[in-house]
């Protein structure tokens, strides 16, 4: 039979509370016995330590979200960004064949006009531009028969007036390092 050696161990801690009232008693009573009393009384101690130094710390507390101010509206182009992006409309002839993109106009918000030839006229299913920090990039998908999803990826290079950048021909899942020059 286990007989009690007469130790009894009572620990309450109290939480402040929100509006700084004490809540949330949160109590440890420890009986130790004569078989047990080594194993038990570790961790008791330990158990004690954790619940003192949380100190009023809850875990289901959400903490309040941070107030921040909305991004500033971005800026309007600069007019030699205006300048420049003018310069990818014409006709653009690929160096190594006959085809031929046409673009007809491009719309601030990234939209951009385009025709394809190789040498009849091929159906554009989407067609955009991008000013990243002056680089001028254009990108031409394909939506036609022999080129479904078949897609030009270009940067305008102002010295020489050229489109380089690569063509995936989505059929045959290859990729080609490609250039067109303006056609005067």
Known sequence: MVQALGVFLSVTVLKPGRDGSQTGIISLHLVIFRRMKKTLLIPALVSLFIVASCNGVRQDQETPPVETAPPPPPAPPAASEVVAQEKLIGKWQRTDGGYVIEVKS?????????GY?????????RAAWQNDGGRLMVLIELSDVNYPGSTYSLDYQPQGDKLVGTYFQAVEKQTYQVEFSRLK
Not at 107 to 113: F, H, N, P, T
Not at 117 to 125: E, S
């Open 106 to 114: 491009l719309a601030q918000d990234g939209k951009l006009d385009a």
């Open 117 to 125: 030839y190789n040498p009849n006229p091929i159906h554009v299913g």
